[in-house]
């Protein structure tokens, strides 16, 4: 390049003139270095001597030696090209490291044998006998290599001693010659001499240096590999264990073998035990009428936690009374949207996570409003117990549990879909001065019905609360209008107290998707809680209905990474490989082996509330079915049981009423996925609406197309 870069611009006619600068690139008044000048430029004068020397191979190279003259003359040319042909095939296993006037004399000993010939230079028994004739011979070594011989004859003494003498099979001989070849070829990287089969040995080692240990040389398993290696790159991996990397091999041992699939290699109760610290998860949804204070005691809640800082509720605070809502402060820690904040009202489902002494709470705060009972469904679907917030004002709890009232629909819903533990905060109480008589009343009303939809006494609980002062929600209140006839636990305590639902870890994978939108990079993401199995990053997942395949590269938990995530977590998945468009609110990622079944036909048993229209064939309902909300119609009615035993008590019936216990069918207007009640009861429930109104809850018993 630097001719090109200096005759730039040249004017050649000026050379024409003169016939001795024909041969010449440049003229000299153009700035070029003697050396760069020497190197690139061409001239007559020194054609015959160049300036450039040839590179000059490493100091301790041994020099070629010709063949011997008298050698080559009494050869005929048959045998001269056997010699030539010997010494190639040596010179390709030995490189440079041996002069070839000593392999010309073993090849004339064995017959121009290469195998036998590089037999003998490679054994430690023929390196004396090698000395002494190439002394004795027509060209004798060179003094270096006379010196260097014994180093490296005393370097490999203990592997030649623990090398075994004799290797049985068929193929001994040829196994044994690999060894020491491999053998040699290490020998002399260590000894100084240049690398010839591109062997990487940072640095010569001393023998004296060596542990015992690096120093031990080819053993039995070295030969095996070298066996069971036949190409060269495979071959030249082997010397790595012995003499020449013995330094390296103790320092930096080889790293193990990679696990096959890394789902089976994970022990996923362990690891779920060291990620929650030893605490369990518990999904808790907060359900009840509509301004009977959900939002507001849970929010306070939370903030005596520190779950909000005081920056952030003294924020809240000032922003709460500028919009002449001073009261609802605590409420918009869950209420973060502007509308909601605006109308005063939780429309959708806020969540987020707090932790007790042994648990580790998913808060789900559901809207109250009947409006919004659809977005109260897809929270309760995916809750494992429930807080049922009342309010114990005078005609605020009657308003709310009479008809009409979203009390007794929120209880019967939470425990058509699977909820057993229940905690009922009568909140509002010091607007009652903590009257014992006021909540006796609502314990009684309220124990009535829950006993009814389904819930045992045992497992429901009752607590006096003040969501706005904050009384009996994380300490137990000191307020001694309560104290005097309430000994029992705060809010915070009785959540400790539930017991966490077994999660179906060992099922097929399954999640259904309550949200879907595009994130920063490439593909999307799907929010949605994890009912059965487990995942981990780089798994391919099969979505349905749409039947589409795609990978999970990133898996968020309460916005923090994680590798893997299992039944009962509420997570954001990253996927790619999919259009976001075929992905919508419903589906359910599983097993691409194990897939859910999908159809829009399928028998139930159902259980009718109190409806005022009586069910017949063709009555059009709306199938809320975990997040999915789908047009249906009953396409029949199979007969009629009993509700405790489950006895057919009239087959075939021309109408349903309220209360009663019936099997039917019912068709889809698009396909749904769905899973048999008794194999998955998380996706086996569903609740049947009609007119803004939940008549019916049921579950799935079969699956026709």
Same mark, same amino acid.
């Given at each position: 390049?630097?001719?090109?870069?200096?005759?730039?611009?040249?004017?050649?006619?000026?050379?024409?003139?003169?016939?001795?600068?024909?041969?010449?690139?440049?003229?000299?008044?153009?700035?070029?270095?003697?050396?760069?000048?020497?190197?690139?430029?061409?001239?007559? #004068?020194?054609?015959?001597?160049?300036?450039?020397?040839?590179?000059?191979?490493?100091?301790?190279?041994?020099?070629?030696?010709?063949?011997?003259?008298?050698?080559?003359?009494?050869?005929?040319?048959?045998?001269?090209?056997?010699?030539?042909?010997?010494?190639?095939?040596?010179?390709?296993?030995?490189?440079?490291?041996?002069?070839?006037?000593?392999?010309?004399?073993?090849?004339?000993?064995?017959?121009?044998?290469?195998?036998?010939?590089?037999?003998?230079?490679?054994?430690?028994?023929?390196?004396?006998?090698?000395?002494?004739?190439?002394?004795?011979?027509?060209? $004798?070594?060179?003094?270096?290599?006379?010196?260097?011989?014994?180093?490296?004859?005393?370097?490999?003494?203990?592997?030649?001693?623990?090398?075994?003498?004799?290797?049985?099979?068929?193929?001994?001989?040829?196994?044994?010659?690999?060894?020491?070849?491999?053998?040699?070829?290490?020998?002399?990287?260590? %000894?100084?001499?240049? #690398?010839?089969?591109?062997?990487?040995?940072?640095?010569?080692?001393?023998?004296?240096?060596?542990?015992?240990?690096?120093?031990?040389?080819? %053993?039995?398993?070295?030969?095996?590999?070298?066996?069971?290696?036949?190409?060269?790159?495979?071959?030249?991996?082997?010397?790595?264990?012995?003499?020449?990397?013995?330094?390296?091999?103790?320092?930096?041992?080889?790293?193990?073998?990679?696990?096959?699939? =890394?789902?089976?290699?994970?022990?996923?109760?362990?690891?779920?035990?060291?990620?929650?610290?030893?605490?369990?998860?518990?999904?808790?949804?907060?359900?009840?009428?509509?301004?009977?204070?959900?939002?507001?005691?849970?929010?306070?809640?939370? @903030?005596?936690?520190?779950?909000?800082?005081?920056?952030?509720?003294?924020?809240?605070?000032?922003?709460? *009374?500028?919009?002449? *809502?001073?009261?609802?402060?605590?409420?918009?820690?869950?209420?973060?949207?502007?509308?909601?904040?605006?109308?005063?009202?939780?429309?959708?489902?806020?969540?987020?996570?707090?932790?007790?002494?042994?648990?580790?709470?998913?808060?789900?705060?559901?809207?109250?409003?009947?409006?919004?009972?659809?977005?109260?469904?897809?929270? =309760?679907?995916?809750?494992?117990?429930?807080?049922?917030?009342?309010?114990?004002?005078?005609?605020?709890?009657?308003?709310?549990?009479?008809?009409?009232?979203?009390?007794?629909?929120?209880?019967?819903?939470?425990?058509?879909?699977?909820?057993?533990?229940?905690?009922?905060?009568?909140?509002?109480?010091?607007?009652?001065?903590?009257?014992?008589?006021?909540?006796?009343?609502?314990?009684?009303?309220?124990?009535?019905?829950?006993? #009814?939809?389904?819930?045992?006494?045992?497992?429901?609980?009752?607590?006096? &609360?003040?969501?706005?002062?904050?009384?009996?929600?994380?300490?137990?209140?000191? $307020?001694?209008?309560?104290?005097?006839?309430?000994?029992?636990?705060?809010?915070?305590?009785?959540?400790?107290?539930?017991?966490?639902?077994?999660?179906?870890?060992?099922?097929?994978?399954?999640?259904?998707?309550?949200?879907?939108?595009?994130?920063?990079?490439?593909?999307?993401?799907?929010?949605?809680?994890?009912?059965?199995?487990?995942?981990?990053?780089?798994?391919?997942?099969?979505?349905?209905?749409?039947?589409?395949?795609? &990978?999970?590269?990133?898996?968020?938990?309460?916005?923090?990474?994680?590798?893997?995530?299992?039944?009962?977590?509420?997570? %954001?998945?990253?996927?790619?490989?999919?259009?976001?468009?075929?992905?919508?609110?419903?589906?359910?990622?599983?097993?691409?082996?194990?897939?859910?079944?999908?159809?829009?036909?399928?028998?139930?048993?159902?259980?009718?509330?109190?409806?005022?229209?009586?069910?017949?064939?063709?009555?059009?309902?709306?199938?809320?079915?975990?997040?999915?909300?789908?047009?249906?119609?009953?396409?029949?009615?199979?007969?009629?049981?009993?509700?405790?035993?489950?006895?057919?008590?009239?087959?075939?019936?021309?109408?349903?009423?309220?209360?009663?216990?019936?099997?039917?069918?019912?068709?889809?207007?698009?396909?749904?996925?769905?899973?048999? @009640?008794?194999?998955?009861?998380?996706?086996?429930?569903?609740?049947?609406?009609?007119?803004? %109104?939940?008549?019916? $809850?049921?579950?799935?018993?079969?699956?026709?197309?």
């Amino acid at each position: 390049m630097s001719r090109h870069r200096n005759v730039r611009g040249y004017n050649y006619d000026e050379d024409f003139d003169d016939d001795d600068m024909y041969g010449h690139s440049v003229d000299d008044d153009y700035c070029i270095s003697p050396a760069t000048a020497a190197q690139f430029i061409y001239s007559r #004068q020194e054609r015959q001597t160049p300036n450039v020397e040839p590179v000059e191979e490493e100091a301790e190279d041994v020099e070629e030696m010709p063949i011997s003259p008298s050698i080559a003359h009494t050869l005929d040319p048959l045998d001269q090209g056997k010699l030539y042909s010997c010494l190639d095939q040596m010179r390709a296993v030995l490189g440079d490291a041996v002069s070839d006037a000593t392999l010309t004399q073993v090849a004339l000993q064995t017959g121009f044998d290469p195998q036998k010939a590089l037999d003998v230079v490679l054994s430690e028994d023929s390196t004396p006998t090698l000395s002494t004739q190439s002394s004795q011979g027509t060209a $004798a070594l060179p003094g270096r290599v006379e010196e260097k011989a014994p180093a490296r004859r005393t370097t490999q003494e203990p592997s030649i001693a623990q090398r075994p003498e004799k290797v049985k099979g068929r193929d001994g001989g040829q196994i044994k010659m690999d060894s020491e070849v491999v053998s040699k070829v290490a020998r002399m990287t260590v %000894s100084g001499k240049k #690398q010839t089969m591109g062997f990487d040995v940072r640095s010569p080692v001393d023998p004296r240096t060596l542990s015992p240990s690096s120093r031990r040389g080819c %053993s039995q398993e070295d030969i095996t590999m070298t066996t069971a290696s036949e190409t060269p790159s495979k071959r030249a991996e082997t010397p790595s264990r012995g003499p020449g990397a013995g330094e390296e091999a103790v320092s930096t041992p080889t790293p193990g073998r990679t696990p096959g699939k =890394a789902k089976q290699q994970l022990n996923i109760r362990a690891e779920l035990e060291k990620r929650q610290g030893g605490k369990s998860l518990l999904n808790l949804v907060v359900i009840g009428h509509v301004d009977a204070g959900k939002s507001t005691l849970m929010g306070h809640l939370l @903030y005596l936690l520190g779950n909000v800082n005081k920056r952030t509720m003294h924020k809240y605070e000032q922003e709460s *009374k500028k919009a002449g *809502k001073a009261s609802f402060a605590y409420a918009w820690v869950l209420d973060e949207t502007g509308e909601e904040r605006d109308r005063g009202v939780t429309m959708d489902v806020g969540m987020t996570k707090f932790e007790t002494a042994s648990k580790v709470v998913t808060l789900m705060d559901a809207p109250g409003h009947k409006d919004f009972i659809p977005n109260m469904i897809t929270g =309760a679907a995916q809750a494992d117990v429930a807080v049922l917030v009342v309010d114990a004002s005078r005609g605020e709890f009657e308003a709310g549990f009479e008809a009409g009232g979203q009390t007794r629909e929120h209880g019967l819903l939470v425990r058509s879909l699977g909820v057993t533990q229940l905690a009922v905060a009568v909140n509002k109480m010091d607007q009652v001065n903590w009257q014992k008589d006021r909540f006796q009343e609502i314990l009684t009303k309220l124990g009535h019905f829950l006993k #009814q939809a389904g819930f045992k006494e045992s497992d429901v609980f009752y607590i006096p &609360t003040s969501g706005l002062s904050g009384e009996n929600l994380t300490t137990r209140s000191s $307020a001694p209008e309560l104290t005097s006839w309430y000994s029992g636990p705060c809010l915070l305590e009785q959540i400790d107290s539930f017991s966490s639902p077994v999660r179906s870890i060992d099922k097929p994978f399954r999640l259904c998707v309550s949200d879907v939108f595009k994130d920063q990079g490439s593909g999307f993401c799907v929010t949605g809680k994890i009912e059965a199995g487990y995942i981990q990053t780089g798994e391919r997942v099969l979505a349905m209905p749409p039947n589409e395949t795609c &990978t999970v590269k990133g898996i968020t938990l309460h916005d923090e990474p994680l590798d893997w995530a299992v039944a009962g977590d509420h997570v %954001s998945l990253t996927v790619t490989g999919m259009d976001i468009i075929k992905i919508n609110t419903g589906c359910v990622f599983c097993e691409p082996k194990e897939p859910i079944r999908v159809c829009s036909r399928f028998r139930a048993r159902i259980l009718l509330f109190n409806i005022e229209v009586p069910v017949t064939q063709g009555f059009p309902v709306l199938l809320h079915y975990q997040t999915v909300s789908e047009p249906a119609t009953i396409r029949k009615l199979l007969n009629v049981l009993h509700k405790s035993s489950g006895e057919v008590l009239k087959k075939k019936p021309k109408c349903l009423g309220k209360g009663m216990n019936a099997t039917v069918e019912i068709q889809t207007h698009r396909p749904v996925a769905l899973e048999l @009640y008794k194999d998955f009861k998380e996706l086996g429930r569903f609740m049947l609406r009609y007119v803004g %109104s939940t008549i019916a $809850a049921g579950v799935v018993t079969e699956i026709r197309e």
